[in-house]
Protein backbone atom coordinates (compact mmCIF):
# COMPACT_ATOMS: atom_id res chain seq x y z
CA UNK A 1 0.00 0.00 0.00
CA UNK A 2 1.46 3.36 -0.81
CA UNK A 3 1.27 6.83 1.60
CA UNK A 4 -1.70 8.86 2.16
CA UNK A 5 -1.30 12.53 2.68
CA UNK A 6 -1.95 12.59 6.84
CA UNK A 7 -2.20 16.82 6.47
CA UNK A 8 -0.87 20.10 4.35
CA UNK A 9 1.73 21.61 6.38
CA UNK A 10 2.65 25.27 5.78
CA UNK A 11 5.09 27.09 7.70
CA UNK A 12 3.94 30.48 9.59
CA UNK A 13 5.64 33.37 12.05
CA UNK A 14 2.20 32.73 14.03
CA UNK A 15 0.81 29.40 13.81
CA UNK A 16 -2.37 30.45 15.62
CA UNK A 17 -3.34 33.73 13.34
CA UNK A 18 -3.10 31.63 10.27
CA UNK A 19 -4.83 28.72 11.28
CA UNK A 20 -7.80 30.86 12.94
CA UNK A 21 -7.66 32.42 8.99
CA UNK A 22 -7.67 28.94 7.56
CA UNK A 23 -10.55 27.82 9.85
CA UNK A 24 -12.42 30.77 9.27
CA UNK A 25 -11.88 30.14 5.06
CA UNK A 26 -12.50 26.67 4.77
CA UNK A 27 -15.12 26.39 7.35
CA UNK A 28 -12.87 24.44 9.48
CA UNK A 29 -11.79 24.07 13.51
CA UNK A 30 -8.83 24.26 15.49
CA UNK A 31 -7.62 21.40 17.32
CA UNK A 32 -9.05 21.52 20.95
CA UNK A 33 -5.23 21.79 22.36
CA UNK A 34 -4.23 24.91 19.94
CA UNK A 35 -3.46 28.21 21.61
CA UNK A 36 -2.33 31.45 20.54
CA UNK A 37 1.71 31.55 21.08
CA UNK A 38 1.41 27.80 20.59
CA UNK A 39 4.62 26.90 18.29
CA UNK A 40 1.72 24.61 15.69
CA UNK A 41 -1.90 24.99 15.25
CA UNK A 42 -4.27 22.39 13.28
CA UNK A 43 -7.42 23.26 11.28
CA UNK A 44 -9.23 20.40 10.18
CA UNK A 45 -12.26 20.86 7.27
CA UNK A 46 -13.88 19.03 5.10
CA UNK A 47 -11.65 19.25 2.26
CA UNK A 48 -8.11 18.77 3.99
CA UNK A 49 -6.09 19.11 7.38
CA UNK A 50 -3.64 21.37 7.36
CA UNK A 51 -0.84 21.88 10.19
CA UNK A 52 0.96 24.99 10.68
CA UNK A 53 4.03 25.10 12.45
CA UNK A 54 6.37 28.16 13.86
CA UNK A 55 9.59 29.30 11.89
CA UNK A 56 11.92 32.06 12.40
CA UNK A 57 12.38 32.63 8.45
CA UNK A 58 9.85 34.78 6.86
CA UNK A 59 7.83 34.22 3.72
CA UNK A 60 10.21 35.88 0.63
CA UNK A 61 9.45 34.30 -2.66
CA UNK A 62 6.86 32.35 -4.16
CA UNK A 63 5.36 29.69 -2.97
CA UNK A 64 6.01 26.23 -4.77
CA UNK A 65 3.06 24.45 -3.84
CA UNK A 66 -0.44 26.56 -3.12
CA UNK A 67 -4.23 25.72 -2.19
CA UNK A 68 -6.68 26.12 -5.16
CA UNK A 69 -10.33 26.77 -3.85
CA UNK A 70 -13.15 25.65 -5.14
CA UNK A 71 -16.46 27.47 -3.41
CA UNK A 72 -19.53 24.96 -2.42
CA UNK A 73 -22.58 26.85 -1.47
CA UNK A 74 -21.72 30.45 -3.29
CA UNK A 75 -19.61 31.87 -6.60
CA UNK A 76 -16.04 32.65 -6.85
CA UNK A 77 -16.96 36.50 -7.04
CA UNK A 78 -18.83 36.15 -3.95
CA UNK A 79 -16.26 33.51 -2.12
CA UNK A 80 -13.60 36.09 -2.89
CA UNK A 81 -15.33 38.99 -1.47
CA UNK A 82 -15.71 36.62 1.80
CA UNK A 83 -12.05 35.79 2.05
CA UNK A 84 -10.96 39.33 1.79
CA UNK A 85 -13.43 40.47 4.30
CA UNK A 86 -11.57 37.37 6.60
CA UNK A 87 -8.50 39.05 5.86
CA UNK A 88 -7.03 37.99 2.73
CA UNK A 89 -5.22 40.34 0.13
CA UNK A 90 -6.05 40.51 -3.87
CA UNK A 91 -2.96 39.32 -5.88
CA UNK A 92 -4.13 38.67 -9.45
CA UNK A 93 -7.19 38.91 -10.93
CA UNK A 94 -7.37 36.16 -13.99
CA UNK A 95 -11.25 36.38 -14.12
CA UNK A 96 -12.24 37.12 -17.94
CA UNK A 97 -15.21 39.00 -19.46
CA UNK A 98 -16.91 35.46 -20.26
CA UNK A 99 -16.99 34.72 -16.61
CA UNK A 100 -14.21 31.49 -16.94
CA UNK A 101 -10.74 32.39 -14.79
CA UNK A 102 -10.02 32.71 -11.33
CA UNK A 103 -8.36 34.89 -8.23
CA UNK A 104 -5.34 34.65 -6.78
CA UNK A 105 -4.67 36.21 -3.21
CA UNK A 106 -2.77 36.33 -0.44
CA UNK A 107 -3.38 34.65 3.16
CA UNK A 108 -2.54 36.98 6.58
CA UNK A 109 1.20 35.86 5.96
CA UNK A 110 1.28 36.41 2.06
CA UNK A 111 0.80 32.44 1.18
CA UNK A 112 -0.97 32.36 -2.57
CA UNK A 113 -3.72 30.48 -3.27
CA UNK A 114 -6.60 30.80 -5.77
CA UNK A 115 -10.09 30.59 -6.02
CA UNK A 116 -12.13 29.36 -8.80
CA UNK A 117 -15.40 29.03 -10.20
CA UNK A 118 -17.75 26.82 -8.46
CA UNK A 119 -19.22 23.26 -9.91
CA UNK A 120 -22.38 25.26 -10.44
CA UNK A 121 -20.49 28.13 -12.46
CA UNK A 122 -18.33 25.31 -14.05
CA UNK A 123 -21.58 23.29 -15.16
CA UNK A 124 -23.52 26.54 -16.89
CA UNK A 125 -19.74 27.42 -19.51
Not at 11 to 30: E, T
Not at 63 to 74: A, F
Not at 75 to 102: C, F, I, K, N, S
Request: glycine share 6%.
Amino acid sequence: MSSAIRHVTVDSADPYVLASFWARALDGSLGDDDFPGDPEALVTAAAATLLFVRVADRKAVKNRVHLDLQPQDRTRDEEVERLLALGATLHEDHRRPDGTGWVTLHDPEGNEFCVERSAAERATG
